[in-house]
């Protein structure tokens, strides 16, 4: 019932609620096609692997098209511009490291901190959605957690020469998480996603793969407490 309280609150066909989703939807489109093209790069990077990213990227080339559809049933035109911008700072960092090669840093971006702010992002918003959308994202849902563990798995093999790189590239890269959410945050709660919930369930499910490739509790803390600082500065 609670979610049906939810739902009952929020009218899809308001003014205001389309202008915000034609903000949220594009980060949703943009997101997945970045991530499409980010695992074709990685499957460049790593050819031992090529077979694995390339699944993963038609993957998100589904996710991309699940979500324009979104957008079509409540006749909202994505702002593609604001999501490019959005994302344009996490795009240039991993073509950066793509270039030079850093693998490392390339799947932190990558398959642990995009993937788990979508993850994340679609948790707390499936429960507030339109029933359409409410059935796309939960079938997106499940193959995130995929490419979550596609990365963990890499990382945690590769834990002790990786750990210095994924430190740094924590830093730099988290502080660009939590600007996002700050820049997002008016148009999420309009959509019923409180900017409190996304932080809290980004943090766990960010935490969770940094335990499980290896770093201790204590780290973890430290690590998200550096990008809250980054972020800050």
Known sequence: MPQL???????????TYKDAYSRINAIVIEGEDE??????????LMPEQSEELASLAKMEARHKKGFTACGKN???TPDMDFAKKFFS???GNFQVAAAAGNIVTCLLIQALIIEAFAISAYNVYIPHADDFARKITENVVKDEYLHLNFGEQWLKA???SAKDELERANRENLAIVWRMLDEVAGDALVL???????MEDFTIAYQEALQNIGFSTRETLRMLTAGLAAAAA
């Open 192 to 198: 019923g996603m409180e900017k409190e919930a996304l």
């Open 89 to 91: 700072d996490l795009h």
């Open 5 to 15: 309280e939810a739902t009952a609150a929020i009218d899809y066909q308001s003014e």
């Open 35 to 44: 991530a499409a093209n980010n695992y074709v790069r990685l499957a460049e």
């Open 158 to 160: 590769n834990f002790e």
């Open 74 to 76: 409540l006749n909202v």
